[in-house]
């Protein structure tokens, strides 16, 4: 049997999707979220799980170093990569918005200044809307932008609120729902069409077990 390499997105979308490799009958025993190994293997020894940056993935993937990714359709759409995307995974569902202090008049300003996780899909949102921005290209803990006088607003994920909350920030307009996508580098899928045809066909099994 062809072996696959699965690259998953470290952080919130893991635990959910290893539960639904769990449910698909892949079940990877020696997995240890403490441990600092990097690579694991599956019990049946054909499938190899490893655990890298979400912003990565779809390199890896693209690169042909891991065949399979799971990853937010956030990172999808920011950076598009030429890969397959095969599968709506239906876990790790939130939502891409801009967010600030309530009552934030964006279209009263010449400019509006935004940080973001997602330059280009924040760039792309406020084009739309016929808005000049500058955006500002943060890797993390966005909220402090608006807070510090940064920016006036930032687009981000949000999936419970509680950040937001915690910090004086509410949504102030959602851009699209994004969940987890299972893709698939597309050599791989030539040369390895059964197998990773009959990975997926188990993992949506696993999903009607899941949901
Ligand atoms: C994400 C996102 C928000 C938060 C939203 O950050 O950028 O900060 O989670 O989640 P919530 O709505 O459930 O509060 P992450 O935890 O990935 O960390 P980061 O800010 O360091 O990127």
Known sequence: MDTITI??????????ALSLLENSGVLFSDFDE???????????RSIKLIFVKAVD????????????????????????????ELLDLG????????????????????????????????KMHFEQKGLRTE???????????????????????VETGATLKENGLVVLETIREVSARLIVNK???????????QF??????GLEVYS
């Open 135 to 157: 955006i500002i290209k943060l890797n993390g803990s966005v909220e402090l932008a608006p807070l510090l006088g940064l920016a006036d607003c930032i687009v981000d994920i």
């Open 91 to 122: 876990i790790g569902k939130c939502k891409l918005a801009v967010a600030g202090f309530p009552g934030e008049k964006m279209i009263d300003k010449p400019k509006l200044t935004v940080a973001s996780k997602y330059p280009n899909l924040a």
């Open 57 to 84: 993935v779809p390199t890896y993937v693209e690169l042909g170093a891991a065949d399979i990714g799971v990853i937010g359709k956030d990172v999808v759409l920011e950076d598009p990569k030429d890969v397959y």
């Open 34 to 44: 403490k441990s600092r190994k990097l690579i694991f293997t599956d019990n049946g």
């Open 200 to 205: 997926i066909a188990g993992v949506k099994k």
């Open 187 to 197: 050599a791989s899928y030539a040369m390895k069409t059964e197998r990773i045809q």
């Open 7 to 16: 690259a998953m997105a470290k952080g919130r979308i893991a635990n959910e």
